[in-house]
Every structure is written in structure tokens, then in C-alpha cells.
């Protein structure tokens, strides 16, 4: 991987949660290249060991842990393996997160005759606790409780950095995702109290809020099967004064300036957005 500023991340420890994703592996691969060691954690571990197979054929060190973010027993397990392995943690990426179909509607606006229709729609009234839960708890608390076990980890070293990721549903509602805007939101809010609360501790915490990139989470709700833009992906880009989605690799510069304390040591409490301007256009 060719890194877009150089950074010395050497004799750091970095775990990035959500790591065998589509975005997280890219951040791991980053802070590998960076010289850091890396653990990458997936809930599903043969994603991770395909991350830190990688890595290691690259000539750098990381480790492959299979973690639950909403199992607090599971990550305490974790901690102990990264601690064996590499010791403590230096650098925390929140990763983990995504969406969920039972955590949003079918459409943008709301319609008397939706409650009547026979097609198979779902409304603000046919949210299910479930997948409301499922979407609220995998984003605000699969971010939490990683910070919770290994933030411990992280007192009274010298230069720890916590780095959570948002969305750009976390600054403006937008339609359909309902759980997922909430979620993030909470994500934002979260990073902005948590650095202030570290701040006597000397723990950095700051957010990315992504613009639009096509995942394989996402790709089937932006593109049709000939690979063409769908209508939501067309209104999106619409809004999106840059004219394309964000590739993986348009998030690494702000993931490393963030990691290094020599370059964003006075940054903290920040949501940054990489969206392509999207948030700064009013769409007139």
C-alpha cells in the first residue's frame, strides 16, 4: 500500500475493531505500513486472517482476533491476547459498525395508503425492537465497550489516540436509515464527551464521519445489477459536489494524521468529515 503522507508509527500498538471489513482492513493495512503492530479483530475471524495475511506478506506484523464488540467477556479475552502479543494499545480504531434492513423503512416519506398497500413495505409503524436494537447497539455500544476494556490500557502512556467513525448520517438525518442516523449521531456526541473526559489523561479522541463509499454492505441499495447507479446512488452524487463516491483509500490520510500525536497532538474532540463535500452543499 502506498501511504499518502509519511508517518512513523513504530513501536505503537494498534487495534482496529471491524477490522476485516471493507474500510477496517484498509486501516489496517495503513497502520501496518506505518510501522505500527496491528490487531485486527472481526467478529468473524477468517476475514481477519485474511487482513493480517496480507500484512505480514508485506513485511508487517499484525495479529488476527476473533471478538464480539457487544461481549464485554469476549474483548477482555482479546485484550489479554493483544497484551501478550504486542502489549498494550496505543492506537484504538472503532471500526465495527454497519446497517441492518429491520433498522429503517422502504421509503423516504411516510403515506396514508403505505398502511393499507399490499406490497411488501416497511413504515415508521413496522420498525421491529429487534433490528432497531441490533443497528443502535452494533454502532453506539460496539464502539463504547471496546473504549471501555482497552482505554484502560491506554492510561498514563505517552501520546494514546482513540479515533471512532461516524457517518454523515451522524450529522444530518437522512431518509430511511432511522437507526443507523441515530446510532451515529450518538457516535459523534460520544467522541465529543469522551475527550473531554480523557483530556486530564492525555488520551486523544476524535471521529471520521465518511461520505459515501460503496461497500459490499451498501452496493446492492446503490447499484444495479448492470453495475449502473440506482436512484438513491444518483441523488447522493447529486449532493456530492465531487462528483463520485469515497474510495477506502481517500480515509487514510485523515486515519494516519489522527494516529500520529506529532502531527494532530492539539486535535481532539473532533468529528471530521471526508465526504466529498457533501455536508458543505445545500444542494442550491
Not at 12 to 33: I, P
Not at 247 to 268: C, H, M, Q, R, Y
Request: glycine fraction near 10%; include cysteine.
Amino acid at each position: 500500500m502506498s501511504l499518502p503522507l509519511s508517518v512513523d508509527l513504530k513501536g505503537k500498538v494498534a487495534l482496529v475493531t471491524g477490522g476485516g471489513g471493507v474500510l477496517g482492513s484498509y486501516f489496517c493495512r495503513s497502520l501496518a505500513e506505518a510501522g505500527a503492530k496491528v490487531a485486527v479483530l472481526n467478529r468473524t475471524k477468517s476475514k481477519a486472517d485474511k487482513v493480517v495475511s496480507e500484512i505480514v506478506q508485506d513485511g508487517g506484523k499484525a495479529i488476527a482476533i476473533s471478538g464480539d464488540v457487544l461481549s464485554l467477556d469476549s474483548l477482555k479475552k482479546a485484550r489479554k491476547i493483544i497484551n501478550k502479543e504486542f502489549g498494550t494499545v496505543d492506537i484504538l480504531v472503532n471500526a465495527a459498525g454497519g446497517n441492518h434492513p429491520k433498522g429503517g423503512t422502504t421509503k423516504d416519506h411516510f403515506e396514508i395508503k403505505d398502511l393499507d398497500t399490499k406490497e411488501e413495505i416497511t413504515t415508521f409503524f413496522d420498525l421491529e425492537y429487534e433490528g432497531l436494537q441490533f443497528v443502535f447497539n452494533l454502532n453506539f455500544l460496539g464502539t463504547l465497550l471496546p473504549t471501555q476494556v482497552f482505554a484502560k490500557d491506554m492510561l498514563e502512556k505517552e501520546d494514546p489516540t482513540i479515533i471512532n467513525i461516524s457517518s454523515m448520517a451522524g450529522f444530518t438525518p437522512m431518509t430511511r436509515v432511522v437507526a443507523y442516523g441515530g446510532a451515529k449521531a450518538a457516535v459523534s456526541n460520544f467522541t465529543n464527551w469522551l475527550a473531554v473526559h480523557f483530556a486530564k489523561v492525555g488520551i486523544r479522541v476524535n471521529a471520521i464521519a465518511p461520505g459515501f463509499f460503496l461497500t459490499e454492505q451498501n452496493r446492492t441499495l446503490l447499484t444495479n445489477e448492470d453495475g449502473s447507479y440506482t436512484e438513491r446512488a444518483n441523488k447522493i452524487i447529486s449532493q456530492t459536489p465531487m462528483d463520485r463516491f469515497g474510495d477506502p483509500e481517500d480515509l487514510i490520510g485523515t486515519l494516519l494524521w489522527l494516529a500520529d500525536s506529532k502531527a494532530s497532538g492539539f486535535v481532539n474532540g473532533t468529528v471530521i468529515p471526508v465526504d466529498g463535500g457533501f455536508q458543505a452543499y445545500s444542494g442550491v
